[in-house]
């Protein structure tokens, strides 16, 4: 599969000229003219790389580099017909990873695009994946500390979080009540044991009240709690 770029210049002429340099190296490109149309077709469409020219008419570069840069971290490269060396801090301070300054040699401009597609790559492959714990109806994600149930979000305690997160991560092991205080709240907690019951209670009013057709927290009588979805074996 090509690599995708999408050229962003409200300039038609440029825009044409970075088309053909990048098609005959075997990129695939789109182009936007403006800096709406290209957050749109951003949210709209996988790119491997940005090349974002900074003066335009709607939005400039720099604020389409900050409203790209809250969503994902592709490969941005600013082109600009100014040289000043606050302008090149101002956009690599904003989160752009590279500066051209136009008039540039096309050998040049596919350096520079051919080295932050191999650090792209690298990035990618030593970046750890982020967690996901996934059941059906339920998705917890323990880095962000979100739980969606049937597709939204919903609202746990910092405790209950962690409790929830704890069971899911070990499917069907139980848990006894002394067990989860220890690991929720220390050896040293001085309190009963019980304060367990009443998060669980909450969870599953929870869980159910947004939706969960079925409740994955089950008491294992006489010794604790474990997590398990009706229909797995044991």
């Not at 790389?49 to 409203?67: E, F, I, K, N, T």
């Not at 809250?70 to 301070?93: N, Y």
């Not at 998060?199 to 010794?223: C, D, M, S």
């Amino acid at each position: 599969m090509k690599t995708q770029i999408l050229i962003i210049d409200d300039e038609w002429n440029m825009r044409n000229l970075l088309r053909i340099y990048l098609q005959k190296e075997g990129f695939a490109t789109q182009e936007a003219a403006t800096g709406h149309e290209a957050l749109r077709m951003v949210e709209q469409h996988t790119f491997d790389l940005l090349l974002l020219d900074v003066m335009m008419p709607d939005m400039d570069g720099w604020q389409v580099c900050r409203a790209v840069r809250e969503h994902t971290q592709l490969p941005i490269l600013m082109l600009t017909a100014r040289s000043e060396t606050k302008d090149k801090v101002l956009g690599l301070g904003i989160g752009a990873d590279d500066y051209l300054t136009k008039p540039f040699e096309p050998e040049e401009l596919l350096a520079r695009i051919h080295s932050l597609l191999r650090r792209s790559s690298l990035t990618r492959a030593v970046e750890p994946q982020e967690e996901q714990l996934n059941y059906p109806g339920l998705r917890i994600s323990p880095e962000a500390r979100e739980v969606w149930i049937e597709g939204q979000s919903a609202d746990f305690t910092m405790k209950e979080f962690d409790l929830l997160t704890m069971l899911a991560r070990n499917g069907q092991r139980v848990f006894t009540r002394d067990e989860l205080v220890e690991r929720l709240w220390g050896i040293d907690y001085g309190g009963e044991a019980r304060v367990i019951d009443t998060h669980i209670k909450n969870i599953r009013e929870k869980l159910q009240k947004a939706g969960l057709p079925y409740n994955p927290v089950q008491t294992v009588w006489g010794l604790g709690y474990k997590f398990q979805i009706p229909g797995t074996v044991e």
